[in-house]
């Protein structure tokens, strides 16, 4: 007999990928200004050329900011009853290119990213997004900044992980 796992508060599974609801949410409860976010999540490159893309998945290097998500690791953590209380991490990556690559003045846009992130994290109110109980930081490493050895500040291209994590519970309704 196969099993049915629902989210209780959906009555049913969650019907995107966490990338997708979680960027939408950083999205929808971005506040920052340098760099503003766009009338959409990807804005044109036309008309909003100096507005950050949000998009789940990676990178693609195509615009001067970017906020991108990946999913990581799922982990059941405990069951209680016919519940399980899951965890998944999320790996938020914001980038920047630095116009002026050789400027004195160091660009202040890729720590306002970062902080605006995790301003959005640390106010998350449980079931915001329903079924979701919580969204904190991972324990082990909450934020990396992303540097090679041969990385100086003349070089263009800047980036930060902020790891975080999904708390969500399911139950067998089969």
């Given at each position: 007999?196969?099993?049915?796992?629902?989210?209780p508060?959906?009555?049913?599974d969650?019907?995107q990928?966490?990338e997708d609801?979680?960027?939408?949410?950083?999205?929808d409860?971005?506040?920052?200004?340098?760099?503003?976010?766009?009338?959409v999540l990807?804005?044109?490159?036309?008309?909003e050329?100096?507005?950050?893309?949000f998009?789940?998945?990676?990178?693609?290097f195509?615009?001067?900011y970017?906020?991108?998500?990946?999913q990581t690791?799922?982990?059941?953590?405990?069951?209680?009853?016919?519940?399980?209380m899951f965890v998944?991490g999320?790996d938020?990556?914001?980038?920047?290119?630095?116009?002026?690559?050789?400027?004195?003045?160091?660009?202040?846009q890729?720590?306002n990213?970062?902080r605006?992130?995790?301003?959005?994290?640390?106010?998350?109110?449980p079931?915001?997004?329903?079924?979701i109980?919580?969204?904190?930081?991972?324990?082990?490493?909450?934020?990396?900044?992303?540097?090679?050895?041969?990385?100086?500040?003349a070089k263009s291209?800047?980036r930060?992980?902020?790891?975080?994590?999904?708390?969500?519970e399911?139950?067998?309704?089969?």
């Open positions: 007999m196969p099993v049915t796992w629902v989210v508060e959906l009555n049913a969650f019907s990928d966490f609801i979680i960027i939408q949410y950083i999205y409860n971005w506040q920052a200004t340098n760099p503003a976010k766009g009338t990807k804005p044109d490159y036309e008309s050329p100096d507005k950050i893309s998009k789940p998945g990676f990178p693609d195509f615009r001067p970017e906020c991108a998500i990946v690791r799922t982990t059941p953590l405990e069951k209680i009853g016919g519940k399980w998944t999320l938020v990556m914001v980038r920047m290119k630095r116009i002026e690559r050789n400027g004195i003045a160091e660009d202040i890729l720590e990213m970062e605006e992130v995790q301003r959005i994290t640390e106010h998350y109110v079931n915001s997004i329903v079924g109980k919580d969204l904190i930081y991972d324990d082990n490493v909450s934020t990396e900044k992303v540097y090679g050895a041969r990385d100086s500040f291209d800047w930060c992980v902020i790891h975080i994590k999904v708390f969500y399911k139950e067998d309704v089969s």
